[in-house]
């Protein structure tokens, strides 16, 4: 099979594979695709061509370099020229009280905390093809590992990032979240080591208009931007009006109160005419339009294909906490096989 060809050649081209490792691999992408109840070792040696320990000592593999072998698979597939990092936290329902870091985490679906585990998924959008494949993923500490390292959740998901910005940086230096990273720790730690994020504030953000003043060579700067933005009455002769399907969109630069920076802002309105439900995008980036924030940000969604299939199962170890690798590499390996039907239905 095509996925099975394209796995293989992303696997040799990580250094340092021995043959038996190569086979153990291969056997457990099938299983993950092929087992549909819950995965576990028990049901992978049942299941698989090795034994049980075979596939635990596979996991404990701690210097397979994930981010080199997703990046090939990537490389062939992503072909536009605009790509960034999306990222997303994934709940994972699990018992038990021996798994590392297990804690309460919230849960979109739910709508609240619940025990369990978490993942961080890190793919890379292609914004000119919509498309989105996983880099790799890192399991989040509980509240206790992270009281004990002096950080907190925001804190710790920026440190992860930074540690890995030599890999994320040459595939692309622009980091896309939600609304939760909205946040002066998370910005601004990733602006100072050279990465742009877009994100989406909160609607009573406070943001400030760009002075019109000019240097008038007299003492004194002039002021550094004019009035707070009233979304309610917006200055449409400040904004530039971008043409879309449903609603209005305007981009501008603004000052933001919370970063004590300047972004780059598109405010989208619903089709309707209220503007109590406006929407604002942002990217750190000031010279990105508003339209291009919107598309990078909207994008983003398509990370979700692996949110959605990994809360479906449970990660199989309970030795090790970075086993969430498994999990995503897994649904990467499905949206491969299902590569060209998704093309078609695409050019429909």
Known sequence: MQYQSECLSA????????????????????????????????????????????????????????????GSIISKHLTGKRKAIAIDPSYIPKSGKKTPWIGYFWSGCAGEYKRGLEIMGIGIIDIDNHECMTLGSIQTPDCKTLDNMDKNLVDWYSCYLISRKDKLQSISKTVVADAFFSKETFVTPMCENGFHVISRFRNDVVLYYPTLEKKTGKRGHPKWFDGRIDFANLDLTRCKEYEVNKGKLYGLRVYAKAFKRYVSLAIWYPMDGRTDKWQLYFSTDDSMDGREVLDYYRTMFQLEFFRVASSMQESPTASHPTSGNWIFTSMHRSQLSTWPKRHVRGSE
Not at 25 to 43: C, E, G, V
């Open 11 to 70: 696997l040799k081209s990580v250094a340092n594979i021995h043959k038996p490792f190569e086979k153990a691999f291969m056997d457990t992408m099938k299983l993950f695709m092929a087992i549909p109840d819950r995965i576990n070792f028990l049901q992978l040696g049942r299941y698989g061509c090795f034994s049980e320990q075979t596939y635990r000592n596979l996991f404990e593999h701690e210097t397979f370099d994930w981010f080199a072998f997703n």
